[in-house]
Every structure is written in C-alpha cells, then in structure tokens.
C-alpha cells in the first residue's frame, strides 16, 4: 500500500511563486496527498492566503493551510508543518521549489517497497530563471540506494540534507523528537536527519525528484535570527553562523547519544568546503581571505582540499571553476566521492524515470 505523503511548504512571502509549486505538486499522478502550508506571518500573507482560496474556488481540497501568529522563523516553521501534517511521510519543498514530473510517484513506490526508511535525500537542481534550463543538478550517488541505522549514515547524509527541496522524513519520528534547541541555524532538517538516522534506514533516491530557484534569501525575520542573518543576501558572517550551527548539532549529537560525529562531519565538510568558498569568491579579495582564515581556525586548516579550493578560486576564478565542477560532475555522473563516507546498498529494483523537468508556468 502506498504511504500517504504531505507535501510540507513554509510560506514567506514570494507569493508570486505559489501557484507554479502547487501546480507542479497538483500534477502528479499519486493517489494520496496533502499540501501543508504553514504562512509565517510574512508582509505577503494577504496574497498568499489569496492563492490558497483561489485554488479552493477551483475545486482543490487537498490543502490545508494555516497561519502563525507571530514569525517563527525558518527552523520553527518547518517544524510546525510536521505538527500539521497528517501523512506518513512529509516531503518538504521551499516556497519556490518545484516538484519534477512523477516525483512523488517514485518517492511512494520506494518508501511502499521499503518501510523501513526514515529518512530520503535526493538529486536535486538549480534554475535561475527558467526551471528548464537547470544550471546545475546534485547527484550524490550513481544509483539509488538504501543506507543502514547508525552514525555512519548519519554523518553522511548530515551536509546532503542542507537543501530543502524534496527532503523526505518519517513524520511520526519527526514529532517525537522535536526540539527548538537548534532555531536560528536554519539546518532544523539536519538535526532531524541525524536524529532519525541513528535509529532508522536511509535512502538515496538518484531521479532529480525537484527542482530549486536560485534567489535572494528571506532568512533573518524572526527574533532567533535577526542580528544574524540579513533578509535578502548571504554575508561572509551568515555564512560561518550556519557553518557554527551544523557543528553546534553534531557535538550536540555526541554528547546527547554517545557518538563520534562532530570530528567526521567536520572532515565531510571539509572535504566539499568548495560550496562554502565559492559564494564568496567573488566579494574583494581581503574579504576573501579574512573569510578563509575564520573558516580555517573552526577546524577546515587541517583539511588540503580546503586550501585547495580557496586557493583555485583565488587564482582561477569562479568562472573557471564552476565550468571544471560541472564537467566533472556530468563526467562521473554524481557528485565526487571523498573521504570515508558511506555508500549503501544498491537497489535492484529500479524505479521509472521521470523527465526530471517541471510541468508549472513559468517554462
């Protein structure tokens, strides 16, 4: 039997993009959903709640939509919609993600045929204005494969659960572990992740299962995180809270259950700081540098490939680097793998593709 799935959206203005991601959600051929859309008291309320009732006037009862009274934030949000939801699994999109085509089919048919899941990640890309033309698609893995409980999991999907869009959880685990300890790091899904994957499976799913718009950022609204993070951009600063918040929850996850994830996720993330560099690269270069330094003495100096990426940006440019990471990566199929991280059990039993493109308006 197929699972029932919520389809999680924390609405922060960007009305505008609404209907493109409910319509690519509504498309879907799967039997059982629901929309869940939880309105953080953002200066676009009127217009979002004004999208909602036009779906409703059309005939669309399968959302349900709620409205905070007071700013949670993102991490507070997102947990409130696993408190609204009332399906077996919630898959969470940001407000201006889009679904690909047969995306919750296959995401049904894989937790049908495997129960056992807690937690999925996915491929995922990234579209600036067109959502045909994806400038880049995440492949973690070559195949779709099912991980086993533990840490060893657990510090593997900890830094490929950092994007939303199409992120998988069990929701009974989920709100039987809800804490607001780690509001304000925007990483909720991180803690969510490594506290179900200790004790449940995890599952990599290879089809691009959605699709993510590459825009300015609304973070820095609610009171845990205001003074840290700036609506509308990502400063240098921002960047190294966040960095601080995701190291913050796995020395939370060794004191709390007796592990050894903090000195791995540490080296995991070292060894992929490319992403972490590369939206800076462009600002001046003492800018750059002081930036370097400030990530290097949290623990990334004792990682070469840190230095290494620091110093091609530097020297090569963004440009030229981003052009020699997405030969690379359409080259080897799925993101390079480094360092000691697990690789799961290949799944046998393959899953139709889908088109991996979005059906919604703006095409």
Same mark, same amino acid.
């Given at each position: 039997?197929?699972?029932?799935?919520?389809?999680? @959206?924390?609405?922060?203005?960007?009305?505008?993009?609404? #209907?493109?991601?409910?319509?690519?959600?509504?498309?879907?051929?799967?039997?059982?959903?629901?929309?869940?859309?939880?309105?953080?008291?953002?200066?676009?309320?009127?217009? @979002?709640? !004004?999208?909602?009732?036009?779906? &409703?006037?059309?005939?669309?009862?399968?959302?349900?939509?709620? !409205?905070?009274?007071?700013?949670?934030?993102?991490?507070?949000?997102?947990?409130?919609?696993?408190?609204?939801?009332?399906?077996?699994?919630?898959?969470?999109?940001?407000?201006?993600?889009?679904?690909?085509? /047969?995306?919750?089919?296959?995401?049904?048919?894989?937790?049908?045929?495997?129960?056992?899941?807690?937690?999925?990640?996915?491929? +995922?890309?990234?579209?600036?204005?067109? #959502?045909?033309?994806?400038?880049?698609?995440?492949? +973690?893995?070559? %195949?779709?494969?099912?991980?086993?409980?533990?840490?060893?999991?657990?510090?593997?999907?900890?830094?490929? %659960? /950092?994007?939303?869009?199409?992120?998988?959880?069990?929701?009974?685990?989920?709100?039987?572990?809800?804490?607001?300890?780690?509001?304000?790091?925007? =990483?909720?899904?991180?803690?969510?992740?490594?506290?179900?994957?200790?004790? /449940?499976?995890?599952?990599?799913?290879?089809?691009?299962?959605?699709?993510?718009?590459?825009?300015? #950022?609304?973070?820095?609204?609610?009171?845990?995180?205001?003074?840290?993070?700036?609506?509308?951009? *990502?400063?240098?600063?921002?960047? @190294?809270?966040?960095?601080?918040?995701?190291?913050?929850?796995?020395?939370?996850?060794?004191?709390?259950?007796?592990?050894?994830?903090? $000195?791995?996720?540490? $080296?995991?993330?070292?060894?992929?700081?490319?992403?972490?560099?590369?939206?800076?690269?462009?600002?001046?270069?003492?800018?750059?540098?002081?930036? *370097?330094?400030?990530?290097?003495? @949290?623990?990334?100096?004792?990682?070469?490939? =840190?230095?290494?990426? =620091?110093?091609?940006?530097?020297?090569?440019? $963004? /440009? &030229?680097?981003?052009?020699?990471?997405?030969?690379?990566?359409?080259?080897?199929?799925?993101?390079?793998?480094?360092?000691?991280?697990?690789?799961?059990?290949?799944? !046998?039993?393959?899953?139709? #593709?889908?088109?991996?493109?979005? &059906?919604?308006?703006?095409?």
């Amino acid at each position: 039997m197929l699972p029932k799935l919520s389809i999680c @959206i924390p609405a922060y203005n960007r009305a505008k993009y609404l #209907p493109a991601l409910l319509d690519s959600v509504l498309t879907q051929n799967y039997p059982s959903i629901e929309i869940v859309i939880s309105e953080d008291n953002s200066p676009e309320r009127r217009q @979002i709640a !004004e999208v909602v009732e036009g779906y &409703r006037h059309r005939g669309v009862d399968c959302i349900r939509y709620s !409205e905070n009274e007071k700013t949670l934030g993102f991490d507070g949000n997102l947990r409130m919609l696993f408190t609204r939801a009332t399906g077996d699994y919630c898959v969470m999109m940001g407000n201006d993600d889009l679904l690909c085509p /047969g995306a919750l089919s296959t995401i049904g048919a894989l937790l049908a045929a495997h129960p056992e899941v807690a937690v999925a990640i996915r491929s +995922y890309g990234w579209f600036h204005d067109n #959502p045909a033309d994806m400038e880049q698609v995440v492949r +973690y893995f070559p %195949v779709t494969s099912i991980f086993d409980p533990g840490e060893d999991t657990a510090v593997t999907f900890f830094r490929r %659960v /950092g994007a939303l869009a199409g992120l998988v959880f069990r929701r009974e685990d989920a709100v039987a572990v809800a804490s607001d300890r780690f509001d304000g790091t925007l =990483f909720y899904q991180v803690y969510l992740a490594a506290e179900l994957l200790l004790r /449940g499976h995890g599952l990599y799913i290879a089809e691009t299962i959605a699709v993510c718009y590459e825009g300015k #950022p609304d973070f820095g609204q609610s009171s845990v995180e205001q003074g840290v993070f700036q609506p509308g951009i *990502y400063t240098s600063d921002a960047r @190294i809270a966040m960095i601080r918040g995701m190291l913050d929850i796995a020395t939370y996850m060794d004191k709390t259950h007796h592990c050894c994830m903090h $000195k791995r996720v540490l $080296k995991d993330l070292g060894n992929y700081s490319y992403c972490f560099l590369v939206f800076q690269a462009t600002s001046r270069f003492a800018d750059f540098w002081r930036y *370097y330094r400030i990530l290097g003495k @949290i623990g990334f100096n004792r990682n070469p490939l =840190f230095h290494l990426y =620091f110093w091609s940006l530097a020297l090569l440019g $963004k /440009g &030229r680097c981003e052009s020699a990471i997405k030969f690379l990566r359409s080259t080897l199929k799925a993101t390079p793998r480094l360092g000691n991280i697990a690789s799961g059990r290949y799944l !046998e039993k393959a899953i139709a #593709p889908s088109s991996g493109r979005p &059906r919604n308006g703006r095409d």
